[in-house]
């Protein structure tokens, strides 16, 4: 395996811990809002606080629900989906 494999795996066995880093950035980023305000926002709803932190959670969420459907679809197939349903192949070609 290489460097990056054995990166991975390591990070996944402090996923808690990243969890509440990730967490913390959110709590931060919110606390920041408190004390940096916007003096030209772009649309109104740049006035609430912590806006574009929440904006930017939710906008994760959805993307993870929709992408993990999306993948999990593909990852669903058999390992030989491809080669059993090749078009112009024979049934007695696949092997």
Not at 15 to 42: C, S
């Amino acid at each position: 395996m290489n460097g990056l494999g054995r990166f991975f795996i390591e990070m996944r066995k402090h996923a808690g811990l990243w969890k509440w880093v990730m967490f913390a950035w959110l709590a931060l980023a919110l606390a920041l809002n408190f004390l940096i305000h916007p003096h030209h926002a772009h649309i109104p709803e740049e006035h609430y606080i912590g806006f574009w932190a929440a904006f930017g959670f939710v906008g994760a969420l959805v993307m993870g629900v929709i992408l993990k459907t999306a993948v999990s679809e593909a990852l669903k197939k058999p390992e030989d989906y491809y080669d059993k349903y090749e078009p112009g192949l024979k049934e007695d070609d696949n092997g």
